[in-house]
């Protein structure tokens, strides 16, 4: 049980080296997760009973890293020796005994493992005897040090602005943005709002803010209590957030009155009774601060002791402008440094205008690249490669 049907080697190069990065199974995921291989082929040089005995393989994808428990790759996809497409789960170990020393023998989660890859092979404890549940296995070898291999194993996205120049850099990033605004925008417009009082315009400006509200981390819980909280109810009046008051289970304390359940739902309350008093409407509320000057909007939108500059400010960011579309005024946002984004922005170098939609770029890359070491489809990289002319740095 859980024994692929095949175990590769390869000449895939290691990625950047660190004091810490080359310790561990941790390292050797990367090096399969970054995809920057001199040639995209595996070679079967030890599948047992295989006809086309050491046939190159060509690896389409990697797959999606899992840092979570099971195989440490799923989805990846290859092209077998009979050119036939394949697709499945592949394991990483050091040495082929930590199959048996992680229990993936006796694991139905790695029954249907593609590719068994480890860096080591020779005998140790475990290694001996043929044991059948063992898979066999050949190293990933690392790639010669000279200047080649140097340049090979440097990100696309390292000293992009340098290679590619400011300007080009700014516009892609840009882009970027935009397209992280337009996919809040209709993130935001899905929202199905339960009934309640105000039209469903209304309701869903309502829970946008308590998503703004309780980001980053207890987003989905502020939702869910302010979802719970205006169903069934027939009046703006008639809505308190109780279920959010009492902590709803995986909350997230932070610093500050945002920081708190109770702090949010007082927050919550006393914006939705400014934005209904005297016929007045959420959304018609929403249109109106996309209207005003980012600093009127801000001076509107605080609450003494409760809602400061800078959280106003992101629920601009967040809620209003991307429910009302009003690109313009996010655009005009300042930027904010995250820390998870610096190793990013250092990597690219230069000296670039560090604005809202820079900072929204860098988001959207360190969430759907970066943190997956997707490089090859990198928009960045991708800046890159046309530059020079090639294929990569």
Not at 84 to 91: C, I, L, Q, S
Not at 248 to 257: F, H, L, S
Not at 284 to 294: C, I, Q, V
Request: proline share 7%; hydrophobic share 35%; net charge positive.
């Amino acid at each position: 049980m859980g024994r692929p049907e095949a175990e590769w080697s390869s000449d895939l190069e290691p990625g950047p080296r660190g004091p810490a990065a080359e310790r561990g199974e941790q390292a050797l995921q990367r090096r399969w997760a970054e995809s920057r291989w001199p040639t995209p082929f595996l070679y079967p040089d030890r599948v047992r009973g295989a006809a086309a005995h050491g046939a190159p393989v060509r690896v389409i994808a990697p797959g999606r890293w899992n840092h979570g428990p099971g195989p440490d790759f799923h989805g990846a996809q290859i092209l077998d020796a009979g050119g036939r497409a394949r697709r499945g789960d592949v394991e990483l170990h050091l040495r082929p005994s930590a199959w048996l020393q992680h229990g993936h023998a006796e694991d139905a989660a790695y029954a249907d493992i593609l590719l068994h890859v480890v860096e080591q092979t020779g005998p140790s404890r475990g290694d001996e005897g043929g044991d059948p549940r063992v898979p066999s296995a050949v190293p990933l070898p690392d790639l010669e040090t000279g200047s080649e291999g140097e340049a090979a194993r440097r990100l696309p996205c390292e000293s992009i602005v340098a290679r590619s120049g400011r300007l080009a850099v700014e516009a892609r990033l840009r882009r970027i943005a935009a397209r992280r605004f337009q996919r809040k925008r209709r993130e935001l417009g899905a929202l199905e709002p339960s009934e309640g009082p105000g039209e469903a315009g209304d309701r869903r400006a309502v829970l946008a803010t308590a998503r703004a509200l309780g980001q980053p981390h207890n987003a989905d819980r502020a939702l869910a209590a302010a979802r719970t909280a205006l169903a069934g109810r027939e009046s703006w009046a008639e809505v308190h957030l109780e279920r959010l008051r009492t902590a709803p289970d995986g909350w997230r304390r932070g610093r500050g009155a945002m920081g708190s359940a109770d702090g949010l739902a007082r927050a919550l309350e006393t914006l939705i009774g400014r934005w209904s008093t005297g016929g007045a409407a959420p959304q018609a509320s929403f249109e109106r601060l996309a209207g005003l000057p980012r600093a009127a909007a801000v001076d509107e939108l605080r609450i003494e002791g409760l809602l400061g500059a800078g959280r106003a400010t992101q629920l601009l960011a967040d809620a209003v402008y991307p429910l009302t579309g009003a690109w313009e005024r996010w655009l005009e946002l300042p930027g904010v440094r995250y820390r998870r984004t610096d190793e990013l922005r250092e990597r690219m170098g230069g000296e670039l205008r560090w604005r809202h939609p820079e900072t929204q770029a860098l988001l959207e890359l360190e969430q759907t690249r970066c943190r997956q070491w997707a490089c090859a489809i990198c928009p960045i990289g991708v800046l890159a490669r046309r530059r020079g002319g090639g294929r990569g740095p």
